[in-house]
T-cell receptor, first 116, second 113 residues
Framework: EPEVTQTPSHQVTQMGQEVILRCVPISNHLYFYWYRQILGQKVEFLVSFYNNEISEKSEIFDDRFSVERPDGSNFTLKIRSTKLEDSAMYFC??????????????FGAGSRLTVL | AQSVTQLGSHVSVSEGALVLLRCNYSSSVPPYLFWYVQYPNQGLQLLLKYTSAATLVKGINGFEAEFKKSETSFHLTKPSAHMRDAAEYFCAVRTGTASKLTFGTGTRLQVTL
């Protein structure tokens, strides 16, 4: 069964450093997403991406965050000047169709980011 | 604004017992509702979804959920728990044309012998 793969599974970084989390979405999917879950809290939407553009983003997704699809298979989340509060599990997701309704997202296993 | 509340961060049941995981939603417009499951070291996997076609929705692994508008609920049930059902379960809602899913805080299901 097709799956979304994420690397690394766990990354530890010093506050102020830059991190890049990588995702390989399902090959025929065109819509990509990042969510995150701070320990003990809700899974929160960060950003959705289609046709090389951000289509929607949350207030969490400030100017330290960026997303990119550098080639035909990868989808990356970059966080600059990391803060302690960026520590969370980051989930990548993709979908065949976009928009609302019953559109189903397929999620990866997550990348745990720890900022010290 | 849309939101979901999952009552109970941890639920423990005996193998063979009924599983009931609660989810209540808040939405000013008809919602689309989802249950996802996360097994250890795996991604969020769709269990089932409500799309207004039927109020009782059957999903994978013997799970089902019933949409009750009067109670704004979408509780997940399974008649007989199995050890392999031990996982974290997330309820999520989406409304309108926005792609954003709003998740609950999750319920960790423990199944004991």
């Amino acid at each position: 069964e097709p799956e979304v793969t994420q690397t690394p599974s766990h990354q530890v970084t010093q506050m102020g450093q830059e991190v890049i989390l990588r995702c390989v979405p399902i090959s025929n999917h065109l819509y990509f997403y990042w969510y995150r879950q701070i320990l003990g809290q809700k899974v929160e939407f960060l950003v959705s991406f289609y046709n090389n553009e951000i289509s929607e983003k949350s207030e969490i997704f400030d100017d330290r965050f960026s997303v990119e699809r550098p080639d035909g298979s990868n989808f990356t989340l970059k966080i600059r000047s990391t803060k302690l509060e960026d520590s969370a599990m980051y989930f990548c997701a993709s979908s065949e169709v976009g928009g609302g309704g019953a559109n189903v997202l397929t999620f990866g296993a997550g990348s745990r980011l720890t900022v010290l | 604004a849309q939101s979901v509340t999952q009552l109970g961060s941890h639920v423990s049941v005996s193998e063979g017992a009924l599983v009931l995981l609660r989810c209540n939603y808040s939405s000013s417009v008809p919602p689309y509702l989802f249950w996802y499951v996360q097994y250890p070291n795996q991604g969020l996997q769709l269990l089932l979804k409500y799309t207004s076609a039927a109020t009782l929705v059957k999903g994978i692994n013997g799970f089902e959920a019933e949409f009750k508008k009067s109670e704004t609920s979408f509780h997940l049930t399974k008649p007989s728990a199995h050890m392999r059902d031990a996982a974290e379960y997330f309820c999520a809602v989406r409304t309108g044309t926005a792609s954003k899913l709003t998740f609950g805080t999750g319920t960790r299901l423990q199944v004991t012998l």
